[in-house]
T-cell receptor, first 113, second 110 residues
Framework: DAMVIQNPRYQVTQFGKPVTLSCSQTLNHNVMYWYQQKSSQAPKLLFHYYDKDFNNEADTPDNFQSRRPNTSFCFLDIRSPGLGDAAMYLC????????????FGPGTRLTVT | GEDVEQSLFLSVREGDSSVINCTYTDSSSTYLYWYKQEPGAGLQLLTYIFSNMDMKQDQRLTVLLNKKDKHLSLRIADTQTGDSAIYFCAEKRNFNKFYFGSGTKLNVKP
């Protein structure tokens, strides 16, 4: 089945130790998104790729970076995780064109110790 | 403000109708969505409505849109225990950007 896959599902990292979260898709969608979701809060858009074009949200901290080496894969790099970065990180994809439906992965829960 | 707002909790009895409400922020949003999130899973699109529509029905789901008040609602008829989940509304603004509410946790009592 075509899908959005996130690895790992659970990630523990130490304060200040760089960490990379992975997302892959078999849908061949040209748009990929990263969201941060904290407990009982709305998923917050961090950035998205339209093909290879990177689009950063204005309030996304510089500590968060992303890479998209090809259509299928997208990575979220957190350069120096702080305790406040502990959250669920959701990857999503969509194709351009109506109705712009997003397909979400199951998320990676990041714990910072 | 910038926030998409939803009430946090809703509890209904099995067989009753559920109505989940949402207030969005951008009057120029072209599409509005309802997503469902079950424990341990990602968000799953339930339904969407284009901004030039007032209502959309899809089996047990009815979406109502009031553009003047920027109010969106999701009605689930004959609610089942399997409908227990968190429901998120979302709006699509310009440039492929989506903004979500904080979710309404629906509890269905047998």
């Amino acid at each position: 089945d075509a899908m959005v896959i996130q690895n790992p599902r659970y990630q523990v990292t130490q304060f200040g130790k760089p960490v990379t979260l992975s997302c892959s898709q078999t849908l061949n969608h040209n748009v990929m998104y990263w969201y941060q979701q904290k407990s009982s809060q709305a998923p917050k858009l961090l950035f998205h790729y339209y093909d290879k074009d990177f689009n950063n949200e204005a309030d996304t901290p510089d500590n968060f970076q992303s890479r998209r080496p090809n259509t299928s894969f997208c990575f979220l790099d957190i350069r120096s995780p702080g305790l406040g970065d502990a959250a669920m990180y959701l990857c999503a994809t969509s194709r351009t064109g109506q109705p712009y439906e997003q397909y979400f992965g199951p998320g990676t829960r990041l714990t910072v110790t | 403000g910038e926030d998409v707002e939803q009430s946090l909790f809703l509890s209904v009895r099995e067989g009753d109708s559920s109505v989940i409400n949402c207030t969005y922020t951008d009057s120029s949003s072209t599409y509005l969505y309802w997503y469902k999130q079950e424990p341990g899973a990602g968000l799953q699109l339930l339904t969407y409505i284009f901004s030039n529509m007032d209502m959309k029905q899809d089996q047990r789901l009815t979406v109502l849109l009031n553009k003047k008040d920027k109010h969106l609602s999701l009605r689930i008829a004959d609610t089942q225990t399997g409908d227990s989940a968190i429901y998120f509304c979302a709006e699509k603004r310009n440039f492929n950007k989506f903004y979500f509410g904080s979710g309404t946790k629906l509890n269905v009592k047998p």
